[in-house]
Nanobody
C-alpha cells in the first residue's frame, strides 16, 4: 500500500488561505484516486474532496465547494488541497487518503480508502 504524509497545515485568520500537500511513496501514485477528509473536535470525520487518477474529475463537499481546489501532480507523487476564504468552521485535522478502485457514489465513504496519512492540523481564527 502507498504511504501518505500530509503537510502545510497551520494557523490562519478567517478569510485567509492555506495549501495542503500529501506526498505519496511506496506505490504507483497514478494508479490511486485521492481524497481529503477532515475531522473537527468532537465530530466525526467527513469527506472534503476527491480526485481521480489523472486529475480529470474532482469532487467537493457542499461546505467547501467554490473555496477549496484539489489537484495532483503525478510526476511529484503529490496531491494538493488549496483552501481559500477559510472560515473558523474549517478548523480540523485534515487527512489525505488513497484508493485504487473508485466510484463517484462512494467517494465520501472512508472504508473504501485503502491508505491514510497521519493528518495535519488546520486552525482558522475568527
Amino acid at each position: 500500500q502507498v504511504q501518505l504524509v500530509e503537510s502545510g497545515g497551520g494557523l490562519v485568520q478567517a478569510g485567509g488561505s492555506l495549501r495542503l500537500s500529501c506526498a505519496a511513496s511506496g506505490g504507483t501514485f497514478s494508479t490511486y484516486c485521492m481524497g481529503w477528509f477532515r475531522q473537527a473536535p468532537g465530530k466525526e470525520r467527513e469527506f472534503v474532496s476527491a480526485i481521480t487518477w489523472s486529475g480529470s474529475t474532482t469532487y467537493y463537499s457542499d461546505s467547501v465547494k467554490g473555496r477549496f481546489t484539489i489537484s495532483r501532480d503525478n510526476a511529484k507523487n503529490t496531491v494538493y488541497l488549496q483552501m481559500n476564504s477559510l472560515k473558523p468552521e474549517d478548523t480540523a485535522i485534515y487527512y489525505c487518503a488513497a484508493r485504487r478502485a473508485f466510484s463517484a457514489a462512494t467517494r465520501g465513504r472512508e472504508e473504501k480508502y485503502d491508505s491514510w496519512g497521519q493528518g495535519t492540523q488546520v486552525t482558522v481564527s475568527s
